[in-house]
T-cell receptor, first 114, second 115 residues
C-alpha cells in the first residue's frame, strides 16, 4: 500500500520556539494532504486541508498564523507550529489522498512543549 | 456532516469473529461508509469502505444494511494485533473538490482482544 512518512516522530521544544513537521508521500503523488491533531484519549481533529500550490484551508478555530502549512510539492507538506506553548503539545498526524476513496496516514509526530 | 454512532468499547476473544456495529441513520444517498482503525501511538489505517453492497478484503468484511442506516465491520478471526480503536466514517460522495476527500473522525470503538 501507499506509504506516508512524518518527520520527526517526536520532538520536545521550549515554549516560544517554532517547530516544523514534515509529511511526505513516499510512493505516490498527493494533490491533497490533511493535518490532524489528537489529544490524549481523544479522536483526531482535522486542522487544515493542504493543496499543492495553493493556500491551505483551515478548520474553524484553528489559527492559520500559528499553524503554518506549506504544500510546495506533490509529495511534501509541512506544518510549522510557531511560538509553541504547552497547550500545543499533542499528537500531530498528516494524511495524503491517493484518490477520493483512499487516504493514507502518517505515523504521527508527538510534540511536547516545555 | 452525517454522523455515526458506535459503542465506546468492545471485547473479543482471540481467534473469534468480531462484529463492530455502526449506526448512521442520517446517511445521504451518496455518502460512502469508510472504516479506519488506529493502533496505539500510530496514525489511522484504512480498513475498508463501501457504498451499498457488502464488501470483502483481506483485512475485513463490511456488511451494509439494506436501508444503509447501519453497517457492521466484521473481523473474521481477531488477533492481538487487531486491538485498536475502530472508526466508522461517512465520506461525501459528491464531487466537491478536496471536501469530498475529508474524513471526520468520531470517538470510535476501542476493541480489546483477550488472549
Amino acid at each position: 500500500g501507499a506509504v506516508v512518512s512524518q518527520h520527526p516522530s517526536w520532538v520536545i521544544c521550549k515554549s516560544g520556539t517554532s517547530v516544523k513537521i514534515e509529511c511526505r508521500s513516499l510512493d505516490f503523488q498527493a494533490t491533497t494532504m490533511f493535518w490532524y491533531r489528537q489529544f490524549p484519549k481523544q479522536s483526531l481533529m482535522l486542522m487544515a486541508t493542504s493543496n499543492e500550490g495553493s493556500k491551505a484551508t483551515y478548520e474553524q478555530g484553528v489559527e492559520k498564523d500559528k499553524f503554518l502549512i506549506n504544500h510546495a510539492s506533490l509529495t511534501l507538506s509541512t506544518l510549522t507550529v510557531t511560538s509553541a506553548h504547552p497547550e500545543d503539545s499533542s499528537f500531530y498526524i498528516c494524511s495524503a489522498s491517493l484518490s477520493a476513496y483512499e487516504q493514507y496516514f502518517g505515523p504521527g509526530t508527538r510534540l511536547t512543549v516545555t | 456532516d452525517a454522523k455515526t454512532t458506535q459503542p465506546n468499547s468492545m471485547e473479543s476473544n482471540e481467534e473469534e469473529p468480531v462484529h463492530l456495529p455502526c449506526n448512521h441513520s442520517t446517511i445521504s444517498g451518496t455518502d460512502y461508509i469508510h472504516w479506519y482503525r488506529q493502533l496505539p501511538s500510530q496514525g489511522p489505517e484504512y480498513v475498508i469502505h463501501g457504498l451499498t453492497s457488502n464488501v470483502n478484503n483481506r483485512m475485513a468484511s463490511l456488511a451494509i444494511a439494506e436501508d444503509r442506516k447501519s453497517s457492521t465491520l466484521i473481523l473474521h478471526r481477531a488477533t492481538l494485533r487487531d486491538a485498536a480503536v475502530y472508526y466508522c466514517i461517512l465520506r461525501a460522495g459528491r464531487s466537491s473538490g478536496a471536501g469530498s476527500y475529508q474524513l471526520t473522525f468520531g470517538k470510535g470503538t476501542k476493541l480489546s482482544v483477550i488472549p
